[in-house]
């Protein structure tokens, strides 16, 4: 009985994935652009149909084949690019089918029905939330670890591994249980692995080896952390600028002058980075903006009665405000906290900014969402560098 209960343990002793955490990222953010990017093109074209005969093919199944191929390509293949692929694809795939949420949650089959983009983007934001708790409530377990270091070996069977792969690797064995037989045995094999080593390679390799080089020789000029700093302090006033379209006269061209100084002082920041600590009143300075534009909101009664849009912008752009302030007060202790932090501004600014910005100015929100976009794929970059650099011991 108890050998019985002990293999029914051990089946569902799921693993967590060390890349699993990017992979759900990839699919959420595929998600919202397919959403984002299915809207703007419908109202371009005065929403088309695809049928004939009396059919009708709505693109929830056009979404359905998509996740099918993500799924063949997860469940098929063994190499992570593939797995990165299905999370992308998947991803469109999930944004297309829930997009038509609105039609099978009313009797009439309403697409425009108005509370659908709020379902859909909370959502998202569960979504985001389980992926959080997921792989953030704590570190991976030693056997986790002993695990995912099978895992990066077997790709190594496959696709030949990057120095980046060989640091985490690395990494990994160094956590494991020393006295598993197991750890020892792949210790041993590690010279053995296959290492792009050429420095020709592919395409990606040798792009990836550049932004390398020169992000390394960034971290190493006493002015990389202000401009890091300056440039988040900017999207972080930026951030309160929606306060500023529902304050009234005189109050929006203050809450303006304040951003305008807190903007001066963040270029300070950029070109006497020296200047220990600065980041302080810098912080302190978007601070007080962003309970100066709350403060003044409130006290115009008038502006309560507005759309829910534009208020849905107003607090989740300050969201990311105050997470990109959290990032700048840490900066001076550990890149990788604020790095963290300046994610998670981006991510929310993705995931809710974007949608209620979208809905007032479709053109804007698409290019907004893009340029939000290539700032989480550079964080990203950013956090795993410094990730492998605290793992293999060296100050972050």
């Not at 045995?185 to 550049?210: A, I, N, T, V, W």
């Not at 006493?222 to 306060?243: D, K, N, R």
């Not at 302190?284 to 309970?291: D, Q, R, S, Y």
Request: with cysteine; hydrophobic share 55%.
């Amino acid at each position: 009985m108890k050998n019985a209960k002990s293999s029914v343990q051990n089946y569902f002793r799921f693993v967590r994935n060390i890349y699993g955490e990017d992979l759900l990222e990839n699919f959420l953010v595929s998600a919202v652009a397919s959403v984002l990017l299915i809207r703007l093109f419908l109202g371009i074209t005065n929403y088309p149909q695809l049928s004939g005969a009396g059919l009708h093919f709505a693109h929830m199944l056009w979404g359905g084949l998509l996740m099918l191929i993500g799924m063949f390509m997860a469940l098929g293949f063994l190499s992570h690019p593939a797995h990165e692929w299905a999370a992308v694809i998947g991803g469109l795939g999930f944004g297309a089918f829930i997009d038509e949420l609105g039609k099978f949650i009313t009797q009439n089959n309403d697409y425009f029905f108005q509370p659908t983009v709020a379902i859909i983007y909370v959502l998202f934001i569960l979504i985001y939330l389980a992926i959080r708790g997921l792989f953030n409530y704590r570190a991976l377990f030693r056997h986790e670890r002993l695990a995912n270091a099978f895992e990066i070996m077997k790709q190594g069977s496959i696709n030949s591994l990057t120095l980046e792969d060989e640091q985490v690797l690395t990494g990994l064995l160094n956590e494991v249980d020393p006295a598993n037989p197991l750890a020892q045995k792949l210790k041993e094999m590690l010279p053995y692995m296959r290492f792009s080593s050429s420095q020709k390679g592919h395409f990606l390799d040798r792009f990836k080896r550049y932004v390398d080089k020169y992000y390394e020789y960034g971290l190493r000029r006493w002015w990389f952390p202000g401009v890091v700093v300056a440039f988040f302090a900017f999207f972080a006033v930026t951030g309160f600028s929606a306060a500023i379209g529902i304050i009234s006269f005189p109050w929006n061209w203050i809450l303006g002058t304040a951003a305008s100084m807190i903007i001066v002082l963040s270029l300070l920041q950029l070109w006497v980075s020296k200047i220990p600590n600065l980041q302080i009143p810098l912080s302190a300075g978007v601070v007080v903006c962003a309970l100066a534009a709350a403060w003044i909101v409130f006290i115009n009664p008038n502006d309560l009665s507005l759309p829910f849009a534009v208020w849905g912008q107003f607090i989740s752009s300050s969201i990311s405000a105050i997470l990109v302030i959290t990032g700048i007060v840490f900066m001076a202790r550990s890149r990788l906290i604020a790095y963290q932090m300046f994610h998670r501004a981006i991510l929310v600014s993705l995931l809710l900014t974007m949608v209620f910005a979208f809905y007032q100015y479709q053109f804007y929100a698409l290019t907004g969402f893009f340029l939000n976009l290539l700032i989480l794929f550079a964080l990203r970059y950013m956090i795993n560098h410094e990730k492998i650099k605290r793992t293999n011991g060296e100050k972050s």
